[in-house]
């Protein structure tokens, strides 16, 4: 079936700093790729998205390449804040008769210190 | 526009005991999805709907019910609760067109069973 790994957390950094989190997929077909992110206290929201091989998403800062051949979907930001605080999860919606069933990976805490 | 309303935020049951929770999603939105949200399983998938009809489920016992009024509003059941049933529920809701992955969650029903 399909899955989604991401990188072990949580992951702690300096404000600024670089940020990479990895995501790895596996799925038949030809899946959209997604990262969602969860503030403390609220739902989770949609971050960026990809649609098909080397589509970049992009939002905030963030981005992220669809890479079929490695099947990865890695997140990074050039200069984290504070405010990025959050958990990020790495999603795939795969081909098909779905409206709504994503396949999520376990989540990835950053915490960012000024 | 108001967001994804999900009700009651927090409760409390006893092993045994059923639980109804509800959603409302965001006006104009026809497919309504529920997650079930764990620190040990993550994010997973318990079902689907559109048009009053659940399209896909995911791997969950019959304990594990829903379903969706024409209103678009929906409501999932869990009868015979389990210790392990414990979990943050999220209900999102889309537009309802295939495999576009843009979700829009609540903030979720947090449930204990003691």
């Known amino acids: 079936g399909d899955s989604v790994t991401q990188m072990e957390g949580p992951v702690t950094l300096s404000e600024e700093a670089f940020l990479t989190i990895n995501c790895t997929y596996t799925?038949?077909?030809?899946?959209?790729l997604f990262w969602y992110v969860q503030y403390p206290g609220e739902g989770l929201q949609l971050l960026l998205k990809?649609?098909?091989?080397?589509d970049k998403g992009s939002n905030k800062g963030f981005e992220a390449t669809y890479r079929k051949e490695t099947t990865s979907f890695h997140l990074e930001k050039g200069s984290v804040q504070v405010s990025d605080s959050a958990v990020y999860f790495c999603?795939?919606?795969?081909?098909?008769?779905?409206?709504?069933?994503?396949?999520f990976g376990q989540g990835t805490i950053l915490t960012v210190h000024p | 526009k108001a967001g994804v309303t999900q009700t009651p935020r927090y409760l409390i049951k006893t092993r045994g005991q059923q639980v109804t929770l509800s959603c409302s999603p965001i006006?104009?939105?026809?497919?309504v999805s529920w997650y079930q949200q764990t620190p040990g399983q993550g994010l997973q998938f318990l079902f689907e709907?559109?048009?009053?009809?659940?399209?896909n489920k995911g791997n969950f016992p019959g304990r594990f019910s829903g379903r969706q009024f024409s209103n678009s509003r929906s409501e999932m059941n869990v009868s015979t609760l389990e210790l392990g049933d414990s979990a943050l529920y999220l209900c999102?809701?889309?537009?309802?067109?295939?495999?576009?992955?843009?979700?829009?969650f609540g903030e979720g029903s947090r449930l204990t069973v003691l």
């Open positions: 990809a649609t098909k091989a080397d």
């Open positions: 799925a038949t077909g030809y899946p959209s």
């Open positions: 999603a795939l919606a795969a081909g098909g008769t779905s409206y709504g069933k994503l396949t």
């Open positions: 006006s104009g939105h026809r497919s």
């Open positions: 709907y559109f048009s009053e009809t659940q399209r």
């Open positions: 999102a809701s889309s537009l309802g067109r295939k495999n576009t992955g843009e979700l829009f």
